[in-house]
């Protein structure tokens, strides 16, 4: 891998953990944003609280060597869920979910190997 490579990832990665800790953070906390989107969801507060932790908790995965597949893969299903609610639930707002489902996707593509075990 080169250094544009390496540095390019780690930046990608440090994004995805600054997005995801702040809005786990402040579904978690009940940000008044946050508990109106999921009360449109219709789904009950409590996949606030699951999403929330998913999200904190894939962030930190990131960094954990061995375990980064799996923390993208999280952030990865959890945006393609985002963009689908948005899309079909709370309007047109699906670009930020995306954009930062694209990136998860590409940092699961570079950890694939943790996967496939190769």
Known sequence: MSNVQKYG?????????????A????????AEMMVATF??????QWFRYLTGLIEIGAAVLLWVPGRQ?????????????AVGFHLLVLGPSAVPAA??????????VHHRGQITGA
């Open 69 to 81: 597949a799996i923390g993208a893969f999280l952030l990865t299903a959890t945006m393609i869920c």
């Open 99 to 108: 954009v930062l489902g694209a990136l998860a996707a590409l940092v699961l």
């Open 9 to 21: 990832l780690l930046a990608v990665k440090a994004v995805l953990t600054l997005a995801f800790v």
């Open 39 to 44: 009360e449109a969801i219709g789904w009950g």
């Open 23 to 30: 809005a786990g953070a402040a579904k978690l906390i009940g």
